[in-house]
């Protein structure tokens, strides 16, 4: 009897405050376990926590608080919680936040009660995913106040927002836990990192949301983080795990000839990678012949092909794990991403000294303007080779150098060396091939002429070709974030590379031109901002326009209005062409491109500078238009 008791005891020991993780999209439409945290008795009611970024829209703590109806008496507290000394301090976007709640159970659930009033047009999905970054499900918030219209929210109406909370079930059983604290997930996050975030085990992490050790985690689900005393976040966590050990070696090199040879990028492919893509080829076959047959009947639907990637209907999950930067992994490919695992990848390391020299001491004459004020470039000569130098802090240097060694395209700018600076407050350096044409912009700018209408379109499909490969290609799946005129180079032959690949797309969040607008106020990142972003440098490539709101003139988005919706009864199809022509740079003789080609790319770009990121093509649809032209 004694014995059962114990065992009854211990059972009610191990599952102490447990909850399901749902694993699904925050915007899909149905509710699983763990879509809303599940409470046993309605008495049962906690202070605790929740984690919210800073973003453009919501830039300081008082705006964030402003968000979560918090009481100004409060924010006194808030603020030394987060270590925060004044309430309007502009934090940078994705800055973590606690925000204390008090959180109860209503009905069968947790939650805490936020009331937002519709600023605009907007949607529950937007909401829910975007303003409160997947603190609640868009479906929750749906059947919370069902008494709306269900597509158009009426601006300024007031919406009961039930976000996601949990209270330890009974705090005497709990093992001491004191709080459960909700944090959402974003891009590139992860349990580790999270579990190395709040300082405890990924063990009692992963137990509290009932998930084996190793779980895959998706953007925007929530975690509940286990916690025996208040909640303290450390910010001193890299972003990014840090690259396997072996894996990314820098070379020291002296500056002798003998070391010359040895400066270049090194790939050595092994023998057993080798055998292991016959494996791949050979089990591929099969795959892509069961898959062919799936995807019969759903080729012909252009908007299902845009919004779900193949393996997200075959399996019941979903095709974004959190191992990467964007949304989507790389998953109809057939060959295992650890195939490459056996390429070796590594950069010259240059010192300061040489750096130094080449720049002049870094000097403004050598200096390119960059789009933001943060990172500088500097173009330079080493050892008569010219260079792309970027200056950048230490801390963001690991991204990009990670970044690059999972990728090689000849479409984007190839990474040669890392200079790291002294100590922890100097700069660091990358050091990058430069393409002898330089800039995209500068060339449409300066001469235009050079750029015909062949160069052009090879250009496009160029810029199409690199984009691809990081939405596809690589493992996991890399959105750039950052396209624009300015990151794009040009070779002596007038094919483009991308530049700025890996970097922080924060620092570049000043510039706002070209930029999606999901992106611009919800921070919603996916490959969908790239595209967003190739529409707008496809029309300064039309145009040969900068996109600039600034001085008065249309936005070349608006400026392709004329293209109207498919069935514009006002401008017959030659007014169509007409203002095409005069849309289009005065540099290109008209009689030297074909307008029917013209209209097609403007009609791409249209497509891909849609406000709803859904209506955007893919680069793989993207790739197929610009096949055909070049
Ligand atoms: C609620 O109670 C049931 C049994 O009555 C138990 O299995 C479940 O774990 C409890 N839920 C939580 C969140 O503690
Ligand atoms: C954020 O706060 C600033 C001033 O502190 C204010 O101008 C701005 O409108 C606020 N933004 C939102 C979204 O409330
Ligand atoms: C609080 O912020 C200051 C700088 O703003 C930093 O020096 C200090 O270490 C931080 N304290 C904690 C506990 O993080
Ligand atoms: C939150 O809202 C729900 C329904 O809108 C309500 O039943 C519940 O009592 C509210 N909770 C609190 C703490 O106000
Ligand atoms: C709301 O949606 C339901 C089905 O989802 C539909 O039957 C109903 O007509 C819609 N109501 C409005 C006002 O759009
Ligand atoms: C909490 O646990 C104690 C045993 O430590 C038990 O006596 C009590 O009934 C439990 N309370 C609830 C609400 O389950
Ligand atoms: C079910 C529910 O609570 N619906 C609410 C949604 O929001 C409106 C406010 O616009 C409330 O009136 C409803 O009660």
Known sequence: MIYLFLLIWAFINLSY???????????????????RYICNSSHNSCHTFLVY????????????????????????????????????????????????????????????????????STTYKKIACGVFEGLLKSVTLAEENQSQENGSLQVGSKLNVPVKCACPENVSTSRGVKYLVTYPFVEGDGPVLLSQKFGISLEDLCEANLLESKPTVYPKTTFLVPLKSDPFINFNIPDSPPPAP????????????????IRKLYIVGSVVGFCLVLVAILACGLYVKALKKWKGERLHSFNARIISTPISSTSPARSSPLSGQTGRSSTNSCLSPDLLIGIKYSLNSYSVEELKKATNNFSEDTKIIGDHDQEDYYKAKIDNVVVLIKQMRFEDTRHVIDVHSRIN????????GVCYGENDFSWSYLVFEFPS???????????????DWKRRTQIAFDIATGLHYLHYCIFP???????????????????????NVGTNPAAAAGSSKGVAPEYLIHGSASEKVDIFAFGVVLLELLSGREDDVMDGELSLKESIGFLGGGSSTTTSEGGCFEQLRSFM???????????????????LAKACVEDDPLHRPSMDDILKVLARMV
């Open 17 to 35: 405050a447990q909850q399901y993780y749902d694993s699904s999209e925050c915007s899909s439409d149905t509710s699983s376990p763990g879509s």
């Open 53 to 120: 970024r800073a973003n453009r829209y919501f830039q300081t703590l008082s705006n964030i608080t402003d968000l979560f109806d918090m009481s100004s008496a409060k924010s006194g507290e808030v603020l030394h919680l987060n270590n925060v000394t004044s309430p309007s301090e502009i934090l940078k976007p994705g800055r973590e936040v606690l925000i204390p709640i008090i959180c109860s159970c209503s009905g069968q659930f947790f939650q805490t009660n936020v009331s937002y009033v519709v600023p605009g």
């Open 246 to 261: 072996g894996f990314l070696p820098t070379i020291t090199i002296e500056n002798t000839n003998k070391s010359k040879l």
């Open 409 to 416: 395209h000849i479409n984007i700018l190839s990474l040669h």
């Open 437 to 451: 044409n330089g800039c995209f912009r500068d060339c449409l700018s300066n001469q235009p002429n050079s750029l």
């Open 477 to 499: 799946t890399y959105a750039h974030l950052n396209i624009n005129s300015r990151q794009i180079y040009l070779t002596s032959k007038w094919r483009a590379k991308l530049a």
């Open 585 to 603: 740079d005065p540099s290109l003789k008209e009689d030297h491109y074909p307008l029917a080609e013209a209209l097609c790319l403007a009609v």
